[in-house]
C-alpha cells in the first residue's frame, strides 16, 4: 500500500491565484481530513470528510473548499490564494474502525 | 476533549530511556491518551495509546498514572532517529464521527550523541 499520498510537496502561488492541493489514500479508509501547520502552532484541522459526499469544516475552514466524490481522494481547493495560507498542508486518513490516523508527507505552500 | 500539557522540550543521551510527561488532569472516563510523534517535516506517526492500562509495543512503552491525570511516554533505548516534536493527545473512546484531535505544540525532544 502507498498509504496517505500528497502531491505537489512544494508550491509557490502569487496571491489571487487558485489551486487544488491532492490527497489520496489506498486503505479504504472511510474518514479523511486536511490540517494546516504553522510554524509555533500544533496542527489545525481545516476540514474532514466522514465518507464520499459527506465533508464537514473543521477550526479554519475560511478560505478553502473540498469535495469528496470518492473514497479514495480528498483534495483541498484554495480558490483565492493569500499570503495568510502560506503553511505546511498535511492529509491524514484512518477507518472509522480503526485507531491510528495516517499522515501524508505534507505539501508546503508559499503565497507571495 | 481534555486538553494536554507537556514540557516544551526535552534533552536524552543516545541510547538512554526518554521518558515524556503529558498532564491531562481533565481527562474523562471515556477518554483515550494517544501519542504521535512528528520527525522533521514529515508528517505525524501514530506511537502508541492507551485508556488506563500500561501500554508496550515494538516503538514504546505507554505508563498511565492510577487517576489518569497525567501519563509518561518512554523510549527505552533512545537514537539519533527518535529526535522529534511528540504529541500527547485524548480522544473519546466512542468517537463516532468525530475524530478530530486537538493538536498541541507537544515536545520537542532531541537526542543526543
Known amino acids: 500500500n502507498a498509504g496517505v499520498t500528497q502531491t505537489p510537496k512544494f508550491q509557490v502561488l502569487k496571491t489571487g491565484q487558485s489551486m487544488t492541493l491532492q490527497c489520496a489514500q489506498d486503505m479504504n479508509h472511510e474518514y479523511m481530513s486536511w490540517y494546516r501547520q504553522d510554524p509555533g502552532m500544533g496542527l489545525r484541522l481545516i476540514h474532514y470528510s466522514v465518507g464520499a459526499g459527506i465533508t464537514d469544516q473543521g477550526e479554519v475552514p475560511n478560505g478553502y473548499n473540498v469535495s469528496r466524490s470518492t473514497t479514495e481522494d480528498f483534495p483541498l481547493r484554495l480558490l483565492s490564494a493569500a499570503p495568510s495560507q502560506t503553511s505546511v498542508y498535511f492529509c491524514a486518513s484512518f477507518s472509522l474502525a480503526g485507531i491510528e490516523q495516517f499522515f501524508g508527507p505534507g505539501t508546503r505552500l508559499t503565497v507571495l | 476533549d481534555a486538553k494536554t500539557t507537556q514540557p516544551t522540550s526535552m534533552d536524552c543521551a543516545e541510547g538512554r530511556a526518554a521518558n515524556l510527561p503529558c498532564n491531562h488532569s481533565t481527562i474523562s472516563g471515556n477518554e483515550y491518551v494517544y501519542w504521535y510523534r512528528q520527525i522533521h517535516s514529515q508528517g505525524p506517526q501514530y506511537i502508541i495509546h492507551g485508556l488506563k492500562n500500561n501500554e508496550t509495543n515494538e516503538m514504546a512503552s505507554l505508563i498511565i498514572t492510577e487517576d489518569r491525570k497525567s501519563s509518561t511516554l518512554i523510549l527505552p533505548h533512545a537514537t539519533l532517529r527518535d529526535t522529534a516534536v511528540y504529541y500527547c493527545?485524548?480522544?473519546?473512546?466512542?468517537?463516532?464521527?468525530?475524530?478530530?484531535?486537538?493538536w498541541g505544540l507537544g515536545t520537542s525532544l532531541a537526542v543526543n550523541p
Open positions: 493527545i485524548v480522544r473519546l473512546i466512542n468517537a463516532g464521527n468525530n475524530r478530530k484531535l486537538i
